[in-house]
């Protein structure tokens, strides 16, 4: 018997997702380990920096007052006291016509208020003497304390993905630990009497798993740790044994394949051995009309399509926010920007489509095509996609010169709404 499925927007299928997010834990990880991870609480000053006030030259420091009137014709001479590099101070007082030879970085010596470029200097005296060629003014040529960041400033905010400017900070500020939220172990089981396993020889109707490796991929780039459960026949029971181990080995579980309504497509009736709350199992999109979620004492089954072009997407736009919303992001959704296509899409489409594209830059506009065979068993176009186009459905094709909605893959701010009104 064939059941009939009433399609769910898009956007109505987000939400009934998101109903389960919730935020994760936080753990300390070296901070060797940190990049990559979603920062666990806000990273503030505990101090300024600079921490003092510092010079950014080589040069000489010096009381801008008895520089007055110096100039490469008329040099004014000066008494070197002392040299410091940075890393080292000179707590000894500067008298008036005194200097201190000084390097970058280091702390500007009590009683000095400039500092004199070398290049502005000549040394005389076997170092003893300078002649200052130019004058300068009150506060010249100092990196006054906190100029960079003023202590009790949130510099970072709790939930950032962790890029190397960041680990910076972290180390400026002695993280030797970072606080980052637990990565969610997401469980992967594959499903299709048709799968070998990718190093098995080619055999007539049999096909290579690759969704179980793509979706290792894509958690990963979510942020969460995949873990590989095997790949099965579509056997019912056995199918249910292993969803039902899963459920107590992971946080989140997902399934490719056997969620449309053929012969052999055992996943509905998993869910409802298991006694599972169904939150949809068919949306008004393409590909991945067939995507079904449901929800078993809190925790997620995401019973995601075997067409590879489905499997991704479905594992975009549901699964991705899931694993960031545990991150504290705020940003959980694909970033969604506008973009000019140059390609046609004729064919008129009843339902949202999500296409796999590439951008481009034409001159200051953004730009984006088809990566290449837009079917949703293609894997090929899979390859080069860096977004996904957003086409609304109607009863008109898109075209070259349309302003679209795009979704960036690889970026790690994220949107906070997933937005476009489908
Ligand atoms: P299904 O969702 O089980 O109806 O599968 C839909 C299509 O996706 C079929 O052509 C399958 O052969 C293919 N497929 C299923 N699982 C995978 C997989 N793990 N890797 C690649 N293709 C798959
Ligand atoms: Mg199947």
Redesign the pocket.
């Given at each position: 018997m064939v059941e009939s499925r009433t399609p769910i927007l898009v956007n109505e299928a987000i939400q009934r997702v998101m109903h389960y997010a919730a935020a994760g834990k936080v753990e300390y990880v070296p901070i060797e380990a940190a990049h990559g991870r979603f920062l666990g609480e806000a990273l503030i000053a505990d101090h300024d920096v600079p921490l003092f006030d510092r010079s950014p030259y080589d040069g000489y420091a010096v009381k801008a007052e008895d520089t007055k009137g110096a100039s490469a014709e008329t040099p004014v001479e000066l008494e070197v006291v002392a040299e410091i590099g940075a890393g080292h101070v000179y707590d000894g007082a500067v008298a008036s016509m005194q200097a201190v030879r000084i390097m970058t970085g280091a702390e500007i010596p009590v009683g000095c208020d400039a500092v004199i470029m070398l290049e502005e200097t000549e040394s005389t005296n076997q170092n003893k003497t300078v002649l200052v060629k130019k004058q300068c003014g009150p506060r010249e040529n100092i990196t006054p304390q906190g100029e960079d960041t003023k202590e009790g400033t949130v510099l970072v905010q709790q939930g950032t993905h962790i890029t190397p400017g960041i680990i910076a900070l972290l180390a400026t500020f002695g993280y030797v630990r970072v606080p980052v939220t637990v990565r969610p172990k997401v469980g992967i089981i594959s499903?299709?009497?048709?799968l070998l396993e990718i190093n098995e020889a080619l055999a007539p109707g049999k096909i290579r798993n690759s969704n179980a490796y793509m979706l290792l991929a894509q958690i990963e780039r979510a942020g969460g740790t995949p873990v590989m459960l095997g790949q099965f026949e579509?056997d019912f029971e056995l199918c249910y044994q292993k969803v039902k181990q899963a459920l107590t080995e992971v946080d989140i579980v997902l399934t490719t394949?056997?969620v449309?309504v053929?012969d052999?497509?055992y996943m509905p009736a998993i869910y409802e051995k298991l006694g599972a709350n169904v939150l949809f199992n068919k949306i008004a999109m393409r590909p991945g009309s067939v995507t079904t979620v449901a929800a078993l004492e809190g925790q997620l089954l995401f019973g995601l399509s075997?067409n590879p072009g489905a499997c991704f997407v479905g594992f975009e736009l549901f699964v991705r926010p899931i694993i960031r919303a545990n991150f504290f992001v705020s940003g959980v959704h694909l970033r969604r920007m506008k973009a000019v296509l140059t390609c046609d899409f004729e064919k008129p489409n009843p339902f949202y489509r999500f296409v796999r594209g590439q951008l481009n830059n034409q001159g200051e506009k953004l730009t984006v095509t088809n990566s290449g065979l837009d079917k949703t068993s293609a894997v090929s176009s899979l390859a080069m996609a860096d977004a996904l186009i957003v086409l609304p459905g109607g009863d008109q094709g898109y075209h070259c010169g349309d302003v679209v909605d795009v979704l960036l893959l690889h970026d790690q701010r994220g949107s906070i709404e997933f937005g476009g009104g489908n």
């Open positions: 499903t299709g009497t048709e579509d394949g056997g449309s053929g052999y497509d075997g």
